[in-house]
T-cell receptor, first 116, second 113 residues
Framework: ETGVTQTPRHLVMGMTNKKSLKCEQHLGHNAMYWYKQSAKKPLELMFVYSLEERVENNSVPSRFSPECPNSSHLFLHLHTLQPEDSALYLC???????????????FGPGTRLTVL | GNSVTQMEGPVTLSEEAFLTINCTYTATGYPSLFWYVQYPGEGLQLLLKATKADDKGSNKGFEATYRKETTSFHLEKGSVQVSDSAVYFCALSSKAAGNKLTFGGGTRVLVKP
C-alpha cells in the first residue's frame, strides 16, 4: 500500500450514530490534515496534526473529534452529526508543516459521508 | 490573510482545444503556488507547483507561470484530452501564514470527444 489511504470510501449514518473515519499514510510524513469538501463550497481545512499533536482546529463543532495515535494514522470520530455534515472528507499528509512554505500535501481518495 | 480566486466553471471544451484556467491570489509574504487536480471519485493530486516568481511549473502537458507582478498563476494546456476532465484547484501556501494551503473554489473542466 502506498500514498494516503482512507476507509471507508462511503459511509451512510443516522444522526444518532457514532462512526469513525480512518486515514493512513505510508509516506513517512510528520503532518496530517482533515478537510471537508462540500458541494459548491471551497475546501475547508478542519484539523492539522504535526508530530501527533493537534496544532490547528478551525472552529470545527465538537461532534467531530480527531485522533492521531501515531504519525501514520489519523482518525475522525463522528457523533450526532447533522444532515448538513454530509460531504467528502479528505485526509492529507505532508513532510513537515513548517516546510519553508513549500507545503506539498498528498491527499487520500476521501470518504463520502451521507448523514440521514 | 491569504486568498485564491479562480474562474468559475464549468468549462466545456472539445478534444484538442486549448485550455486556460485563470487564478489570482493575495498573500502574506512570498507564497508557493500549486495546481491540484481532482478526477471523478478521487482525492486531490498535485499537478504542478512553483515556489518563486517567474518559475514555471509543468506536468502532463499543463503549464503555469508564477507572475508576481500580476499575482497570477494561470493554468494552460495546449491540447486537452477527454481524460483531462476533472476539477482543478489553484492553491497557495506561505510561511508567514503558517504554511497552510489556501485553495480556490475549483474549476470543473469537461472535455467532450
Amino acid at each position: 500500500e502506498t500514498g494516503v489511504t482512507q476507509t471507508p470510501r462511503h459511509l451512510v449514518m443516522g444522526m444518532t450514530n457514532k462512526k469513525s473515519l480512518k486515514c493512513e499514510q505510508h509516506l513517512g510524513h510528520n503532518a496530517m490534515y482533515w478537510y471537508k469538501q462540500s458541494a459548491k463550497k471551497p475546501l475547508e481545512l478542519m484539523f492539522v496534526y504535526s508530530l501527533e499533536e493537534r496544532v490547528e482546529n478551525n472552529s470545527v463543532p465538537s461532534r467531530f473529534s480527531p485522533e492521531c495515535p501515531n504519525s501514520s494514522h489519523l482518525f475522525l470520530h463522528l457523533h450526532t452529526l447533522q444532515p448538513e455534515d454530509s460531504a467528502l472528507y479528505l485526509c492529507a499528509s505532508s513532510q513537515d508543516r513548517l516546510a519553508g512554505g513549500n507545503n506539498e500535501q498528498f491527499f487520500g481518495p476521501g470518504t463520502r459521508l451521507t448523514v440521514l | 490573510g491569504n486568498s485564491v480566486t479562480q474562474m468559475e466553471g464549468p468549462v466545456t471544451l472539445s478534444e484538442e482545444a486549448f485550455l486556460t484556467i485563470n487564478c489570482t491570489y493575495t498573500a502574506t509574504g512570498y507564497p508557493s503556488l500549486f495546481w491540484y487536480v481532482q478526477y471523478p471519485g478521487e482525492g486531490l493530486q498535485l499537478l504542478l507547483k512553483a515556489t518563486k516568481a517567474d518559475d514555471k511549473g509543468s506536468n502532463k502537458g499543463f503549464e503555469a507561470t508564477y507572475r508576481k507582478e500580476t499575482t497570477s498563476f494561470h493554468l494552460e494546456k495546449g491540447s486537452v484530452q477527454v481524460s483531462d476532465s476533472a476539477v482543478y484547484f489553484c492553491a497557495l501556501s506561505s510561511k508567514a501564514a503558517g504554511n497552510k494551503l489556501t485553495f480556490g473554489g475549483g474549476t470543473r473542466v469537461l472535455v467532450k470527444p
